[in-house]
């Protein structure tokens, strides 16, 4: 073995080593920051034997001369590496800082052998290199480089370089372009907030680059920093950030790095994101909370978005305090809005200050003072947040209640800001103290794959949607607008959105039953009329039940009928139908697909018409007869195919489908005598979309979505309709799971072709399902969904309804559809549906062109019990 393989030997013994050590401790301790400072030492002297070994010429044991040489070039450490937080398997940020050009290019193989040590050591090294001159210079399109130096520290080399660097050159350019500097970091920061939603409360938060994460607590550092410089025109002594509020995130800040090092052990990698598994993990172990008692996962992340909270009323306050920080329209509308000051409050830069001090002891100006940054869109200033903590203990021994408080309650719920100040009361705890009933939702995670943010941060988004509506250009917005401003108290509605899911604090047990009885209790708090209280009541116990008609055919009058006399009266309907489709929108930012956005308003407006029987007879009419003109106008000389090829179709193919699209499926059709299959496939904003057109048989619709299954695609919505010739239009819409189609342009006619090779009997699709179930072999489901059977026989005249909810996977709708042509079951219409991990999947089914027998039924709920239960 040659000295270098051996030196390389020992110092990669010597990092397992200590790297093992420092695990073992964490393990041990929890200790976030001692197991960063650790790990911050240990680079440091592997990177000085380098440096020794590769950059000075001298491998003298601990040689102090050996490190500061050569002249003309220094090492040092940068972000993250700099400010001395390395986490176990973060990148390690170094700058090869260079006098000149022509030192630069003398040390250029020196340093790549440098770096490539690091490499091979498997060391996530992110070097960058520049000569003094370089780092001078300001790059508005990698502010990020700029950002670095501020925690630059110097590890090897020319001494005198690098305080050139720190001491002079770094106060200079920060002097210097401020202006353009915060700017700079307060645009990466809101843009990098924007790609999180604009919120922390993610039931699987990524605790670095969320908000209120690791990264805004830097941030928040770095403003501060900037502005000291920027007034001392020098390095400020010490922590740049005021003592209250360093004192407020030392606790933050000491459990987030214990989280990250958590993160970063479990994974083996740079890995940031909480999963379910690692909050499970984690609240056992108590990473950061090790003096708690005994934590479930939903308390230990209470404690994380407690810390958050805190990183992020931080690092907001402080973009709002320094101008610099505003971009141009931001600064003209805080112009503006600084003349709206009143004799209770000042705004100063679009921020609020009280006039007195001493007024929040008047528990109605506290009231007001919410009331009016709902109104406006103003933000409570630092000062104003530390009068309103320093109030809340006076006020806790005599909250307000009564028709006084929901008097104050429901004018701020209308204002067009109310998601805003209700988020501010919430962080400051005064919501909670108003309704404590609000508790039992307070940053509590609900796992169900479907929803994205926390129970109380999804009440708080389902009310800024319908904020939003009046000023969206959305075609589908102003209508739901158009109906919110038709309310007679929308006041009521907003207060069922923000108690209606209020039950899931309460284990167990049917959820809505349970925020009944929660919002009965906070409306006895708020002494809420009792009509005001009954329509509030019928909002929260019904919730669901739109969503739940969606699964139904919306088309059939007796689905429409049934929903309608939920309902009872116009304006129940009104604000239920507005409540789903905020409540759907709060989901996550991908639930409100405009599919689901139409269904909804269809089923509102059949409803709204079978409720004012006169007004359904015409709007009925006026859609066949505007459909049906506009079929004639398009094939003027085809009125008898047209008319032999509709014959048969339920109501609801006339009304799914667009008059180009029955144009397309009459041509289709007449296709069939010369290819008994057509196929076509399109590619949609939200899915693929395949049509098929053939002669009705057993098992197609189970062969064809067995065809998907087998391809990987993940089924989301389909229709299948037949006509009276046995001429059958099916609709899939799927989404391709591993990029098939999208990466290779050729594989649409492979796929088209293997659709119709199956259907003709010419391709063997077990085989195909076979070698797809071991492809996808191994996948464990993360939430667990019981399977549940229900048929319904009076629901529909001609048809038996059958609603499968059950754990999504692979081959279900094949599976469940194979099933039911096994039992002679015919499928009329089928109405697929997925919720995260749940597949809600109803079917309208016959026997012998009848409905189902209530002993067929039986047979048929048996069977797919034990189909479903076997894997």
Not at 104 to 110: L, S, V, W
Not at 346 to 371: C, K, M, N, T, Y
Not at 643 to 671: C, D
């Amino acid at each position: 073995m040659t000295a270098a393989s051996s030196f390389l030997s020992e110092l990669r013994d010597s990092l397992n080593e200590q790297s093992a050590r420092i695990r073992r401790e964490f393990e041990a301790k929890s200790d976030g920051q001692a197991a960063v400072q650790q790990r911050t030492r240990l680079i440091e002297e592997i990177l000085h034997k380098l440096w020794r070994e590769f950059i000075s010429g001298d491998d003298s044991a601990g040689s102090q001369s050996a490190l500061e040489h050569p002249a003309n070039f220094a090492l040092v450490a940068t972000g993250g590496f700099g400010r001395g937080w390395l986490f176990p398997y973060s990148d390690i940020d170094l700058l090869f800082l260079f006098s000149d050009r022509e030192t630069e290019q003398a040390f250029k193989d020196p340093v790549r052998r440098f770096s490539q040590e690091l490499w091979d050591l498997r060391l996530k090294l992110s070097p960058a290199s520049r000569t003094l001159s370089e780092c001078e210079r300001y790059d508005p399109n990698n502010t990020e480089f700029t950002i670095s130096l501020l925690d630059c520290r110097y590890l090897a080399g020319d001494r005198d370089l690098f305080r050139r660097l720190r001491d002079k050159l770094i106060p200079k350019l920060v002097m210097r372009e401020s202006k353009a500097l915060v700017p700079g970091l307060a645009e990466v920061t809101r843009e990098r907030h924007a790609k999180h939603g604009l919120t922390l409360y993610h039931l699987e938060p990524n605790l670095k680059e969320a908000p209120g994460g690791l990264r805004d607590y830097n941030v928040a550092c770095w403003l501060a920093l900037i502005s000291a410089i920027d007034k001392l025109h020098d390095w400020p002594e010490g922590s740049p950030l005021r003592a209250p509020l360093r004192k407020q995130l030392a606790s933050a800040l000491e459990f987030l790095m214990s989280a990250r090092c958590f993160l970063h052990f479990r994974h083996g990698r740079d890995e940031n994101t909480l999963s379910w598994e690692a909050q499970d993990e984690a609240a056992a172990l108590k990473i950061g909370a090790p003096d708690a008692e005994q934590l479930s996962a939903a308390d230990w992340m209470r404690i994380y978005f407690s810390h958050a909270r805190t990183v992020q009323r931080a690092v907001t306050q402080l973009l709002e305090e320094i101008p610099e920080a505003w971009s141009a329209l931001y600064r003209q509308v805080q112009s503006w809005r600084s003349r709206l000051s009143t004799s209770d409050f000042s705004v100063v830069d679009g921020l609020i200050f009280l006039q007195q001090p001493s007024a929040l002891q008047d528990p109605e100006v506290l009231l007001r003072l919410f009331h009016f940054m709902a109104h406006h869109g103003l933000k409570l200033s630092a000062t104003t947040e530390m009068r309103i903590e320093q109030a809340l203990p006076a006020l806790a021994a005599t909250p307000p209640r009564g028709a006084e408080l929901w008097l104050y309650l429901q004018e701020t719920l209308l204002q067009p800001y109310a998601a805003d100040a209700l988020r501010a009361m919430h962080s400051l705890r005064l919501l909670t103290l108003l309704l404590p009933e609000l508790k039992l939702i307070d940053s509590l995670v609900v796992r169900d794959f479907y929803h994205r943010f926390t129970v109380d941060e999804h009440s708080f988004l389902a009310i800024e949607s319908l904020h939003r509506l009046k000023p969206s250009q959305s075609e589908w917005d102003k209508r739901y607008g158009e109906l919110l401003s038709e309310l007679e108290d929308p006041e009521l509605l907003y207060l069922a959105l923000l108690l209606h899911d209020t039950g899931k604090g309460e284990p167990n047990g049917n959820h809505v039953e349970s925020s009944l009885h929660i919002a009965n209790r906070a409306m006895d708090r708020l002494d809420v009329d009792p009509k005001e209280r009954a329509e509030v009541l019928f909002l929260i116990g019904n919730h669901l039940e739109m969503s739940a008609a969606l699964r139904r055919d919306i088309f059939d009058p007796a689905t429409v009928a049934a929903f309608a006399e939920k309902m009872g009266t116009p304006e129940r309907l009104k604000m239920l139908c507005l409540l789903t489709y905020a409540d759907v929108k709060a989901v996550n930012p991908e639930a409100l697909t405009p599919w689901k956005a139409e269904n909804v308003w269809q089923l509102y407006i059949a409803a709204e018409n079978h409720l004012n029987r006169s007004a359904d007879q015409r709007v009925h009419a006026d859609i066949n007869d505007e459909k049906l003109a506009r079929l004639r106008l398009l094939a003027p000389f085809a009125k008898t195919r047209l008319k032999n090829f509709l014959e048969g179709f339920p109501q609801r193919y006339l009304l799914v489908h667009t008059a180009e699209e029955i144009m397309r499926h009459v041509q289709m059709a007449e296709e069939l005598a010369r290819d008994p299959v057509q196929v076509e496939l399109k590619r949609g904003r939200h899915w693929y979309e395949l049509t098929l057109v053939t002669k009705d048989r057993p098992f197609l619709f189970a062969t064809l979505a067995g065809v998907l299954a087998a391809w990987g695609m993940n089924i989301v919505k389909a229709n299948a309709f037949s006509n009276r010739a046995g001429t059958v239009v099916d609709t899939l819409h799927f989404t391709d799971r591993f990029r098939t189609l999208e990466l290779n342009l050729s594989e649409w006619a492979r796929f088209r072709n293997s659709v119709m090779s199956v259907l003709l009997g010419e391709a063997d699709l077990e085989k195909m399902l076979r070698d797809r179930q071991r492809a996808d072999k191994g996948a464990i489901a993360k939430v667990k969904v019981e399977t549940k059977i229900e048929f319904d026989h009076e629901c529909s005249e001609t048809t038996t309804l059958a609603q499968v909810i059950t754990q999504d996977r692979p081959r279900l709708l094949h599976r469940i559809a194979s099933c039911l042509s096994d039992q002679k079951c015919n499928i009329e219409i089928a109405l697929i549906d997925t919720e995260g991990q749940m597949a809600i999947d109803t079917f309208y089914l016959t026997s012998g062109g009848k409905k189902l027998t209530a002993d067929h039924a039986r047979q048929m709920e048996k069977a797919l019990f034990d189909e479903l239960k076997s894997e």
